[in-house]
């Protein structure tokens, strides 16, 4: 059977490409309009990406999948080279659009541009890093890591308990996690269709 972390991955993946997919066209759509987003919900769904993706995620992968399939498939090492750089990149990329989002909340449409091409980049960045992972590393994990290795890995991913996935978000994060819901267009959330 396959082990559990791999279709935890997937399912992650799958979530959050859906997602950062509705997220350009959603700033596309108050740019038609000529209206200013809803920020605190584009502040709320940039903390998710930061604590979930970012500190959940990214770090079970670059401190535990990575190092293991590094150890078994030592050719493997520039491929888990570049992804471990992309964690790295990515979270100060979404540090930096938090403050491209902030510029735009307080200083209005002169700023709308920069956070929209802020936006387009980490979203192309990070879609290109899961398909990464989704065409040479997993499938590369599920050659190489035994069953033992697989016993650690699956018991870390476990934990990520990721709402976007359809677990109940802890406490602290239903608020939260209820703007984000109401932000996404339909059908994935329960905002406007786009
Ligand atoms: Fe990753
Ligand atoms: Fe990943």
């Known amino acids: 059977m396959k082990p559990s972390a791999l279709r935890t991955i ?3 993946h799958a979530a959050l ?3 950062l997919r509705s997220l350009l066209p959603l700033l596309e759509r108050y740019r038609r309009r ?6 605190g919900a584009l502040r709320a769904m940039l903390f998710y990406l930061d604590e979930y993706p970012e500190q959940r995620h990214h770090r079970q992968e670059s401190e535990l999948l990575f190092p293991k399939v590094r150890a078994r498939s030592p050719l493997a090492r520039e491929l888990i080279d570049q992804l471990d750089e992309d964690h790295r990149r ?3 990329s979404v540090r930096d659009l938090e403050h ?3 510029g735009f909340e307080m200083l209005g449409e002169s700023r709308r541009l920069a956070f929209e091409q802020a936006a387009k980049r980490y979203v192309d960045a990070y879609l290109a890093h899961m398909a990464l992972e989704e065409q040479q590393l997993l499938p590369l994990a599920s050659r190489v890591l035994t069953p033992e290795d697989w016993l650690e890995i699956d018991e870390a991913f476990e934990a990520n308990q990721d709402p976007l ?3 109940a978000p802890e406490a602290e994060f239903q608020a939260i996690f209820t703007r984000i819901v109401n932000l996404l267009p339909a059908p994935l959330g329960l905002g406007e269709a786009i």
Do not use: K, Q
């Open 90 to 92: 990515s979270e100060r």
């Open 165 to 167: 996935t359809g677990h």
């Open 17 to 19: 490409s859906a997602m």
């Open 100 to 102: 491209a989002l902030l």
């Open 10 to 12: 997937h399912r992650e």
């Open 34 to 39: 000529g209206t200013l987003p809803d920020f």
